[in-house]
């Protein structure tokens, strides 16, 4: 436990010393700061217009910000995810800095769990913080609470977390710049298999639903992300609750009882993976 906790302070002083946290809390008070800006002024103009017979223009406005809001959130989850792990064995193995943490009795198996867990905790206790506070500026501004608020943060987390086991694995394989660039085509596979789903739903093509479907689920970040979305208005029905399924970036789907537990299979053939290669790999 001890030797763990020792690689967690080492990536996470590495990450001060590059200035890493700096460019991710500048990014962060950008968008908190435009996120509030925009939802007082969505909210400001609702209480202006008549909204079409059927549609709850608050539950709309709210749910379709906040989603957009999530997203940010997320993408901004991916970038601390990626700054922590892009260069956490090739990297550092180039720079010389690996060889001396993995030898006995501290093992590879001992270093990949620890910069995992520690990527994991930080990230995830960065995207809870960040909905928590979004979700607070739109029930200030707009008077509006999604149906369900703590399981859409809690799936953030999972889905960032998904996001720096992507990242950890990939820098067993990858130089930094490679494995930076590779996370974030794969965060944007995602996007578009969400936007797929969008399209689907519009057209009613079965097709283009079942690609998007599959497609979230071999990157499950994206299902845990529809599923989130879901959750926010969960008990909404009506025309609102069909025209908020459409969702931003990804429609708003269920993921259904067995998401978690593919989740954590995911999750553990991404370890497997990443020791497998781990374990092959000469320094």
């Not at 079409?52 to 379709?64: K, Q």
């Not at 905790?121 to 909905?131: E, G, K, P, Q």
């Not at 820098?171 to 689907?200: D, E, K, Y």
Request: with cysteine.
């Amino acid at each position: 436990m001890s030797d763990g906790l020792a690689i967690v302070g080492y990536a996470l002083r590495e990450s001060v010393r590059k200035r890493m946290f700096h460019v991710v809390i500048v990014l962060t008070a950008g968008f908190i700061g435009l996120f509030w800006l925009g939802t007082n002024e969505l909210f400001q103009e609702l209480d202006t217009i008549t909204p079409p017979e059927g549609i709850d223009a608050r539950t709309l406005v709210g749910a379709t910000v906040l989603g957009l809001g999530m997203f940010g959130t997320l993408f901004l989850g991916t970038v601390l995810a990626v700054f922590l792990t892009l260069s956490a064995v090739r990297g550092d193995a180039e720079r010389g800095l690996l060889q001396p943490l993995v030898v006995r009795p501290l093992g590879r198996g001992t270093f990949l769990g620890a910069r995992f867990a520690g990527a994991a905790a930080v990230c995830s206790l960065y995207v809870t913080a960040v909905y928590a506070t979004i979700a607070a500026i739109v029930h200030v501004e707009g008077d509006w609470s999604p149906d369900r608020i703590v399981t859409p943060g809690l799936e953030l987390a999972l889905a960032v977390s998904i996001l720096a086991g992507l990242s950890l694995l990939g820098s067993v394989f990858l130089s930094s710049t490679a494995n930076g660039v590779a996370v974030f085509m794969v965060f944007g596979a995602g996007l578009v298999a969400g936007l797929l789903g969008q399209i689907g739903e519009a057209l009613d093509s079965e097709t283009l639903r079942g690609i998007a479907h599959d497609a979230s689920w071999i990157l499950p970040f994206e299902a845990l992300y529809q599923d989130a979305l879901h959750r926010l208005t969960a008990d909404t029905t009506g025309f609102t609750g069909f025209v908020l399924q459409l969702g931003p970036f990804g429609g708003a789907q269920a993921g259904g009882g067995s998401l978690l537990p593919w989740v954590a299979a995911y999750l553990a053939l991404l370890a497997a993976a990443a020791l497998a290669g781990f374990a092959r790999k000469d320094l």
